[in-house]
């Protein structure tokens, strides 16, 4: 695919206002992109219109969440992209980002500060996405230690709203050592939270244990 023929593919060259045509090209570029296609995506986020930018970054998480590898090469360029005003874009690198960590775990854990200030700077969508890549990296034995501290700090301090999604993210990678900590701010929240439903699935979280105990 030349550099012309992926932008004309994009929705606002296409007169769309809906996203199936961005879901589209990066369903194909998942089974047939080449690294080529993939510079030339990340050089639309660079440079494009705000119309292709936007465009890109749905069509570039939409592909890295079916198939990273190709866009793991850029993860620096995405990192390097947070730094816009722009919110749209910023939500959307995270969400790329955190697609792309579990292929390149090492550049997330190095640049989880820029991470989590770009997230915090930005939308819930963005502060979930931060949430995302820190269970990923919790997941993984070598990064754990460094992790689990930053982890748990932002479940404790959560939003009501997002705190059982967190706490779904983060169980089933915290290892057996660092659930009394875990289920200790689990249920500091229980014991804040009203909602019924919310409770329900924080006590779920609770009854299912630590990662490593499950057979």
Known sequence: MTPED???????????????PNIALAERLAATGTPADAAAL????????KA????????AYEWAERDPRLLAPHFDVALGLLQTKDNRMIWGLMALLNHLTPVVPEQAEA????????????????????????????ARPDFAEIVIPVALQRLKYAAVNQTPMYAEMLGPTMPAH????????????LAE???PAKKKRLSAVLRKGPATSKG
């Open 6 to 20: 992926l932008k004309s593919a994009l929705a606002s060259a296409l007169g769309r206002r809906d996203e199936k």
């Open 42 to 49: 990340m050089n639309l986020l660079r440079s494009g219109s």
């Open 52 to 59: 292709e930018r936007h465009d890109a970054i749905k069509v």
């Open 111 to 138: 640049a989880l500060d820029r991470i989590l200030a770009a997230a915090d700077a930005s939308s819930v969508i963005a502060k979930d996405n931060a949430m995302a890549i820190l269970a990923r990296l919790v």
């Open 178 to 189: 660092a659930w009394p900590h875990f289920a200790a701010i689990v249920e500091a929240r």
């Open 193 to 195: 939270i009203g909602q």
